[in-house]
């Protein structure tokens, strides 16, 4: 019994070390400054190798840090862009992919931070997805046709900051789940857009939470706050931007209502 006891607590005390690791982007110390960028993959470019699934978080906070290029698939725990330092830009390419574990992760945890997912790249969160968390923080995710999915709750601005999702033309934000009270998950002056072709996916019927959501100006379609159209089929609800020939069928409803009045 002493035995198997003093294994359980080596086996503790081995996978706290684990959580607790951590490794910092920095290119400079490989000889990398702007506006050179450097790879996600080379392990010179980071103080303690190449993030994996045992680090316990990627730290992005070196000041005037080369932006870093993903362009293959990356596996690992978590990530903090911003973190008690400017958290610079992450771009990830076609073929490129972030996947995280079961943790949470910010762009722009208490400082500035820029996340780009371009065409045929994708960035999986293995939980909470964090846009501008803490007072101070301005995160900024722009999904320019990729795919970023979260497997837990989003949230813009959540505990202070400022955090601004754009998925523009061809981009796909498939997330999990979203506050139901039509504020909580986008605070303050956040902002989550669609434009051009750009979709946002949830399952389950949340037609009316993001009405609520756009109501407030809290999303919005094409630059225009509320110009969003959510429906829900086969157990999804989509959200675009409304056809034009939508937003002229709409204003020609509303002139009939007021002349019949």
Known sequence: MKKTSVVSVVAVLLMATVTTAATVWNP????????????WADAANWTNDVPGVADGKAVFNVPDAADCVVTDAQAFNQFVQGDNGPGGVIRVMDGG????????????????????VETGGSVAFGEHMWIGLAPGSAGTLDINGGTVSVASMVGLGWDGGTGY???????????????????????????????????????????????????A?????????????????????????????????????????????
Do not use: C
């Open 165 to 215: 999702v754009n998925v523009n033309d061809g981009g796909l934000l498939a997330l999990s789940n979203i506050h139901g009270d039509g504020s909580s998950s986008i605070k303050g002056d956040s902002l989550l857009g669609i434009n051009g072709t750009g979709a946002i996916t949830l399952p389950n019927d949340f037609v009316g939470v993001i009405e609520t959501y756009a109501g």
């Open 97 to 116: 992919s972030l996947t995280t574990g079961a943790v949470w992760s910010a762009v722009g945890y208490n400082n500035t931070a820029h996340m780009i």
């Open 28 to 39: 400079a110390a490989n000889g990398i400054v702007p506006p050179a960028t450097g790879n």
């Open 217 to 261: 100006g809290l999303i919005a379609g094409d630059g225009i706050p509320g110009n969003v159209q959510a429906s829900f089929a086969d157990g999804v609800t989509t959200v675009v931007v409304p056809e034009p020939a939508s937003i002229i069928l709409l204003g020609l409803g509303g002139l009939l209502l007021r002349r019949k009045k």
